[in-house]
């Protein structure tokens, strides 16, 4: 079930959303929505709420802060000055019970709402409002039908299994609440998840619970007591689009193909999905919602999949041009290649299915028009981090924000690609000179940012005051795997000179040294840095300059 959450935590959720949306339209359709039965609940006129024939709403219509008229038909509990209210943002709800806080990541498809369990705070609340507590949470997390009405300022049903919940937009003019999600994965290509509850329902203990992976044209479920399903897909934005094209069953166990199937029909309705920070997922649509988490983030090579020569199939869909071939290697800890002009080469890491490169060293041909384009894809999308999925036919997808690369092995051909070595421990200091693709320096004047390791610690001055903690070896890792586990010290962030673009930096920074990462080090002393979504380059310094 849910944890509690400390009261701190989520106050910091909440504030980023409680601002509020401009008043929507009238959303009364003449027909009902298909995404509007959610068992029979009614509103506080006795009005079954599938019969209120909702349309569908956008994130816009919902975007903001309500307060609650009523819960099941009831005012809420007087408080004073304190009221209960919900407010929603892109992919997150939230709001007060009058008691403790709560809030979560939740989807709208449709006129249907699919949320995450609620992480709430501790608070002990006592007799009805202890009973207003448990309904409006439950009711929120139990997919409920949407009515938005064109009264004045907008009125809101929330309707679900065990209620009703009315509620009022409070305020209008502010803009949406930020997403509370940043750091969450974007690409599911090359992911895989353990399924943790289906349809609002949660499956214990840990171990033997189903796992969902995407690769870069197909989905598979397997474990929990069955063989394999799967089928087809391809990702839009935020939306799964789905076709379920092979079900395997092998033994099923109790009521494990139930949810196989269940899982089946949620991806073929087009779902939309959203992800957290700490590796939190849920999908909700055609009546059905899940919530799962990624396995722990053990940073193993896997260079092993990339080994050798590929020919580049196709760049965003689209064979390459160009009067020689597209194609790419890759060693143990570098690359080589050429988009079909000039040809480049790099250091690269390749760990829980990501790609994290050096920016390529290239020969400098003019290279215009389509095959100048072509050549700064594809060096975009290398630098991008990009998501390594399997493709049919021994195919690799390495998927961007913007498209794909496909790679089609060239049998019998040899690829050489540079070889750097992975850091071992040796004190060394690096300047920084790349953060995820980006410079870190725009102008001479602009600081540099410098890295220095030493025997169990790391220290960053980045001109935005310092950055500093330990390291240590991970553990549980194959053998010859080389990874560090991160931790930041306990510090106040930096004031002062610490503002704009370096202020921006700072949160990324703490996301890659607080967790495992890899060090590799070029043959001319370029450094690469990687984590487990973000990136730094740069250069080890000679003992002459430190």
Same mark, same amino acid.
């Given at each position: ?19 509020? #949306?401009?008043?929507?339209?009238? +959303? &009364? ?11 029979? %609940? ?6 079954? &709420?599938?019969?209120? !024939? ?10 903001? @802060? ?45 006129? +249907? ?23 409006? &949470? ?50 599911? #290509? ?14 214990? %203990? +840990? ?38 094209? #092979?079900? &395997? ?22 779902? @939309? ?56 290697? *890759? ?12 040809? *480049?080469?790099?250091?690269?890491? #390749?760990? !829980? ?73 040796? %004190? ?12 870190? @320096? ?7 940012? @410098? ?6 610690? *790391? ?26 586990? *991160? ?45 487990? +979504? ?13």
């Amino acid at each position: 079930m849910p944890r509690p959450i400390p009261l701190a935590a989520l106050a910091l959720f909440l504030a980023a959303c409680a601002t509020t #949306a401009s008043p929507p339209a009238a +959303r &009364v359709a003449a027909a009902p929505a298909e995404e509007t039965t959610a068992g029979d %609940p009614t509103d506080p006129g006795g009005v079954p &709420v599938a019969r209120l !024939r909702a349309a569908p709403l956008s994130d816009a219509d919902l975007a903001g @802060r309500w307060r609650i008229l009523s819960v099941d038909g009831r005012p809420p509990v007087d408080l004073g000055d304190r009221t209960a209210y919900l407010v929603f943002g892109p992919g997150s709800y939230g709001g007060s019970t009058g008691c403790n806080s709560f809030g979560g990541y939740g989807v709208l498809v449709g006129s +249907r709402f699919y949320a995450s369990g609620a992480m709430q705070t501790a608070i002990g609340c006592q007799g009805a409002l202890e009973a207003q507590e448990r309904a409006i &949470v439950s009711i929120l997390t139990a997919s409920p039908a949407l009515v938005l009405t064109p009264d004045a300022g907008g009125t809101l049903t929330l309707g679900s299994a065990p209620g009703t919940v009315v509620a009022r937009r409070e305020a209008a003019g502010a803009p949406p609440p930020p997403r509370p999600d940043q750091g969450g994965e974007t690409l599911l #290509a090359g992911t895989e998840w353990t399924i943790g509850s289906v349809d609002g329902a949660w499956r214990m %203990p +840990r171990e033997g619970r189903p796992i969902l992976r995407f690769e870069a044209d197909r989905w598979t479920i397997s474990g929990g007591g069955c063989g394999t399903s799967g089928g087809t897909w391809r990702q839009a934005g935020d939306r799964i689009l789905g076709l379920r094209d #092979a079900i &395997v069953s092998r033994g099923c166990a109790g009521d494990a193909w139930a949810l196989y199937d269940t899982v089946a029909e949620l991806l073929d309705a087009g779902p @939309r999905f959203v992800t957290g920070p700490n590796g939190e997922i849920l999908i909700g649509g055609g009546g059905h919602w899940i919530t799962g988490e990624r396995p722990r983030a053990v940073l193993a090579d896997e260079a092993a999949l990339l080994a050798g020569a590929w020919t580049i199939a196709a760049i965003d869909g689209r064979p390459p041009e160009g009067p020689r071939p597209a194609h790419i290697a *890759f060693g143990p800890t570098g690359y080589s290649g050429s988009a079909g002009c000039n040809s *480049f080469q790099g250091y690269q890491m #390749a760990h !829980r299915r990501r790609l994290f490169v050096t920016m390529p060293v290239s020969t400098e041909m003019g290279c215009g028009g389509t095959l100048g384009a072509q050549e700064r894809r594809v060096t975009a999308l290398l630098a991008a981090a990009p998501r390594i999925a399997l493709g049919e036919r021994g195919e690799i997808a390495l998927v961007d924000e913007a498209g794909s690369l496909r790679l089609r092995r060239a049998e019998g051909a040899d690829g050489w690609a540079p070889e750097g070595r992975l850091w071992t421990g040796a %004190p060394l200091t690096a300047e920084l000179t790349m953060l995820d693709a980006e410079p870190l @320096r725009m102008r001479m004047s602009e600081p540099e940012t @410098r890295l220095r390791l030493t025997a169990q610690r *790391f220290d960053i001055d980045s001109g935005c005051g310092r950055l500093g903690g330990i390291w240590r070896r991970q553990s549980a890792v194959p053998a010859g795997v080389s990874a560090l586990e *991160f931790l930041t010290d306990a510090e106040p962030d930096p004031e002062g000179a610490c503002a704009g673009a370096l202020a921006a930096r700072l949160p990324v920074f703490k996301r890659l040294f607080n967790g495992p990462a890899r060090v590799l080090i070029g043959a001319s002393g370029e450094l690469l840095v990687a984590g487990d +979504r973000h990136w730094l380059g740069g250069r080890v310094l000679r003992p002459s300059r430190r």
